[in-house]
């Protein structure tokens, strides 16, 4: 009974863990310098796609769109890729999010972050690239024309990163609001390398609850046992 006083008087002397209040705030714009391609979300993503040969079984070849490089040296004449991609894909982060005036860590934004295609204005295109590419759809290809792609030719898109409430999901540790850990995170299905979005563990239902009073209460008792043959041993 005094145990159980103590207890409660401590559960009331605890200060209350904070729970965040606002919206998260992404903080400065982030730009890629290249294409003068910016975003005022949490994250911003290029994607860089190159037309290439692709082997499809012993002797047969198909272009595809590939973000990643398709080594042809072994392929037949006539169905070789340049030789590596002249364009990096790449990713931004921002590292001046807040919430309630506190920062957010990164972690929080690769965890919880949920990507999103978005088409940016071209107004900022430097001269040399818009001589080389055009928009097509939400992003910009080097083709002269988009619906005759060659062998070498780049497509490029863009995604910004944009983050969901974060009640249940966050809590404040050293000064910074970091992943909560009852939270966890799915992969990103997008471009490389993946992204996650938000998801929290679900509470366990009264079937899980019932059995993990039983799994304690069997684990104490062996307990018991353990510590009374001791005794009777001394």
Avoid at 23 to 34: F, K, M, Q, V
Avoid at 118 to 123: I, V, W
Avoid at 206 to 211: I, L, N, T, V, Y
Avoid at 224 to 232: D, E, L, N, Q
Wanted: positive net charge; proline residues 8%.
């Amino acid at each position: 009974m005094l145990l159980l006083a103590s207890g409660a008087a401590f559960a009331r002397d605890k200060p209350a863990t904070p729970v965040p209040q606002g919206i998260p705030e992404p903080g400065a714009e982030l730009r890629d310098r290249d294409f003068g391609v910016g975003t005022d979300q949490f994250g911003l993503d290029r994607r860089v796609e190159m037309y290439q040969w692709r082997r499809v079984g012993e002797d047969r070849y198909e272009r595809v769109w590939k973000a990643a490089w398709i080594d042809s040296s072994g392929f037949a004449e006539g169905h070789r890729n340049p030789p590596e991609l002249p364009l990096d894909s790449r990713r931004w982060w921002s590292s001046s999010a807040t919430l309630d005036g506190k920062p957010l860590d990164k972690m929080v934004l690769k965890s919880l972050g949920q990507w999103r295609d978005f088409r940016p204005g071209f107004s900022r295109l430097p001269g040399n690239l818009a001589a080389t590419f055009q928009p097509e759809g939400d992003g910009l290809i080097s083709s002269q024309n988009p619906l005759d792609p060659q062998v070498g030719d780049l497509r490029i898109s863009w995604r910004e990163l944009t983050l969901p409430p974060l009640q249940g999901k966050v809590e404040l540790r050293d000064g910074r609001w970091q992943l909560a850990s009852q939270a966890r995170a799915v992969p990103d299905v997008g471009a490389d390398p993946a992204m996650r979005a938000a998801e929290t563990v679900q509470a366990p239902s009264e079937g899980d609850s019932r059995w993990w009073a039983w799994l304690l209460g069997g684990i104490a008792l062996v307990a018991v046992i353990v510590a009374a043959k001791r005794r009777r041993r001394g």
